[in-house]
């Protein structure tokens, strides 16, 4: 069916045997781009069975050749990054570089996965009994890591190949088999990336890829009894699949209201170019963009005044033209954009720039002297839209952080090292970054999030480990 991206099972390309399918809106001109799979609850379970039997012999599979596998998969998924980086800019409207360098550093990922993993897996312990009270030197326990079975990963449409990879890779190198539910937003891209682990030659039935609609295989996905971790990124649903997971690991990513501490020594050129950056790259649809600027109110009018003249400079437009800003995802986000916006027009915010939208396109606004009572002081908009709260002390900058849901990551600027690291301490979040706006990468550094904001810590390293178990074998000496 040349129309209808098939879902992939068993080493192969399938049309699912509902005769449905999901319509993948373009942001940009809000028609039909791509069509996937609606794949059904039998499909999921023969995907299971399939991937439960792959799953044994790719734990038996010497740990050097997982890694060439995965080696080879990283080097063509970076020979595809052109038709990839081109379904990301159709499906999310992500600006045309940036899709790019999506696929490049998933490539990276999948290598430097590989690489870490026959270093970490490649390690066991030896234990001897004598060291605990009431022991004889008589036993000894060897212990390695072992895979945890099927890994269920679910990426979120904002890095529908990169976070897909930040999932599939540890779970690949740990011995696990694979079921990936892309979002639907992003679900070409996945497949295509799916095709090159396809071409690096695994096999058959380690990995798969079930496309569909969320109501007929979301929970069936993540309550399923064969699944033995899920990895999540994406909002609110996280928390809803963390409530029924039962007796299943978890990692979860989920959202963040990510505060921007300045105080007053900061270098304020720094602070504004982070402040774009971190607020507006990807039109501020990232987990780690930032979200609420918490402003000593000695240096804000400065602040305000630099980060305006840049916001005056980005392009506003198609992801094809490489716009620094382009269409959200969705009509419905940018009307959840919308509203936190009005809410906060209503209650007196001062609006630094005209408020513009067209279609799902929202123009970059800063709004300036926003206060507690304004949704947008704690609500994520996940749009191009980011609040100024003005701060007398730096408490205040840390009770404002604190009193939030999320603690993914923060940032604070000063010149004041001493300061700063007091200052990190106090942030009840999962990350910290000092003088730089948030960011999850490098790849391999710990990612986390406290409170609501996530369960576990990703990052390849912790990644690796999270998606194993410890097994030991005691030799018990007469
Ligand atoms: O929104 C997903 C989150 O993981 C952000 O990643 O690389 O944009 O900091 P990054």
Same mark, same amino acid.
């Given at each position: 069916?040349?129309?209808?991206?098939?879902?992939?099972?068993?080493?192969?390309?399938?049309?699912?045997?509902?005769?449905?399918?999901?319509?993948?809106?373009?942001?940009?001109?809000? %028609?039909?781009?791509?069509?996937?799979?609606? &794949?059904?609850?039998?499909?999921? $379970?023969?995907?299971?069975?399939?991937?439960?039997?792959?799953?044994?012999?790719?734990?038996?599979?010497?740990?050097?050749?997982?890694?060439?596998?995965?080696?080879?998969?990283?080097?063509?998924?970076?020979?595809?990054?052109?038709?990839?980086?081109?379904?990301?800019?159709?499906?999310?409207?992500?600006?045309?570089?940036?899709?790019?360098?999506?696929?490049?550093?998933?490539?990276?990922?999948?290598?430097?996965?590989?690489?870490?993993?026959?270093?970490?897996?490649?390690?066991?312990?030896?234990?001897?009994?004598?060291?605990?009270?009431?022991?004889?030197? $008589?036993?000894?326990?060897?212990?390695?890591?072992?895979?945890?079975?099927?890994?269920?990963?679910?990426?979120?449409?904002?890095?529908?190949?990169?976070?897909?990879?930040?999932?599939?890779?540890?779970?690949?190198?740990?011995?696990?088999?694979?079921?990936?539910?892309?979002?639907?937003?992003?679900?070409?891209?996945? +497949?295509?990336?799916?095709?090159?682990?396809?071409?690096?030659?695994?096999?058959?039935?380690?990995?798969?890829?079930?496309?569909?609609?969320?109501?007929?295989?979301?929970?069936?996905?993540?309550?399923?009894?064969? *699944?033995? &971790?899920?990895?999540?990124?994406?909002?609110?649903?996280?928390?809803?699949?963390?409530?029924?997971?039962?007796?299943?690991? +978890?990692?979860?990513?989920?959202?963040?209201?990510?505060?921007?501490?300045?105080?007053?020594?900061?270098?304020?050129?720094?602070?504004?170019?982070?402040?774009?950056?971190?607020?507006?790259?990807?039109?501020? %649809?990232?987990?780690?963009?930032?979200? *609420?600027?918490?402003?000593?109110?000695?240096?804000?009018?400065?602040?305000?005044?630099?980060?305006?003249?840049?916001?005056?400079?980005?392009?506003?437009?198609?992801?094809?033209?490489?716009?620094?800003?382009?269409?959200?995802?969705?009509?419905?986000?940018?009307?959840?954009?919308?509203?936190?916006?009005?809410?906060?027009?209503?209650?007196?915010?001062?609006?630094?720039?005209?408020?513009?939208?067209?279609?799902?396109?929202?123009?970059?606004?800063?709004?300036?002297?926003?206060?507690?009572?304004?949704?947008?002081?704690?609500?994520?908009?996940?749009?191009?839209?980011?609040?100024?709260?003005?701060?007398?002390?730096?408490?205040?900058?840390?009770?404002? &952080?604190?009193?939030?849901?999320?603690?993914?990551?923060?940032?604070?600027?000063?010149?004041?090292?001493?300061?700063?690291?007091?200052?990190?301490?106090?942030?009840?979040?999962?990350?910290?970054?000092?003088?730089?706006?948030?960011?999850?990468?490098?790849?391999?550094?710990?990612?986390?999030?406290?409170?609501?904001?996530?369960?576990?810590?990703?990052?390849?390293?912790?990644?690796?480990?999270?998606?194993?178990? *410890?097994?030991?074998?005691?030799?018990?000496?007469?």
């Amino acid at each position: 069916d040349g129309e209808v991206y098939r879902y992939y099972a068993d080493g192969e390309w399938r049309v699912s045997t509902s005769g449905k399918s999901v319509a993948i809106v373009n942001p940009t001109t809000r %028609q039909t781009q791509y069509r996937v799979q609606a &794949c059904t609850q039998e499909e999921v $379970n023969k995907v299971m069975e399939g991937a439960k039997v792959a799953q044994k012999a790719w734990a038996r599979t010497p740990l050097w050749k997982r890694a060439e596998l995965l080696h080879k998969a990283a080097a063509i998924l970076k020979e595809h990054k052109t038709p990839i980086a081109e379904c990301l800019v159709k499906e999310i409207a992500k600006p045309a570089k940036d899709a790019i360098s999506e696929v490049v550093r998933s490539g990276d990922l999948v290598s430097y996965t590989a690489e870490e993993g026959v270093r970490i897996l490649g390690e066991g312990k030896l234990l001897v009994s004598d060291s605990f009270p009431g022991n004889e030197r $008589n036993k000894y326990c060897l212990s390695s890591k072992i895979p945890l079975g099927v890994v269920l990963a679910i990426p979120p449409f904002n890095y529908p190949v990169n976070l897909a990879v930040s999932k599939i890779g540890p779970a690949l190198i740990a011995g696990n088999a694979l079921i990936l539910k892309p979002p639907t937003q992003g679900a070409v891209a996945a +497949l295509h990336m799916v095709h090159c682990f396809h071409l690096a030659g695994f096999p058959k039935g380690l990995i798969n890829c079930v496309t569909g609609k969320g109501s007929e295989i979301g929970d069936f996905l993540t309550l399923h009894p064969g *699944v033995n &971790c899920i990895s999540f990124t994406g909002g609110d649903t996280g928390i809803a699949i963390s409530k029924k997971a039962g007796m299943v690991p +978890l990692q979860m990513e989920l959202g963040g209201k990510d505060a921007c501490i300045v105080l007053e020594d900061a270098d304020l050129d720094l602070v504004a170019a982070n402040i774009v950056k971190g607020g507006f790259s990807y039109s501020g %649809q990232r987990c780690t963009a930032v979200k *609420v600027v918490l402003i000593m109110e000695s240096v804000a009018d400065i602040v305000v005044e630099k980060v305006k003249a840049k916001l005056a400079k980005l392009t506003v437009g198609p992801p094809e033209a490489d716009s620094d800003i382009t269409p959200v995802v969705t009509e419905s986000s940018a009307n959840f954009i919308e509203g936190l916006v009005m809410d906060a027009k209503e209650k007196g915010a001062t609006f630094c720039q005209e408020y513009r939208r067209e279609g799902n396109l929202i123009w970059p606004l800063l709004l300036d002297h926003v206060r507690p009572d304004m949704r947008i002081a704690w609500e994520e908009p996940f749009g191009p839209v980011l609040p100024v709260i003005r701060i007398n002390s730096v408490e205040e900058g840390i009770h404002h &952080c604190n009193a939030s849901n999320f603690g993914l990551q923060g940032c604070v600027f000063t010149k004041d090292i001493n300061k700063a690291i007091m200052i990190s301490d106090a942030m009840e979040t999962g990350t910290v970054q000092i003088n730089s706006a948030p960011a999850r990468g490098p790849d391999h550094f710990p990612f986390q999030g406290l409170k609501d904001s996530g369960i576990g810590s990703q990052g390849i390293i912790n990644s690796i480990n999270m998606m194993t178990k *410890v097994k030991s074998t005691v030799i018990n000496l007469p």
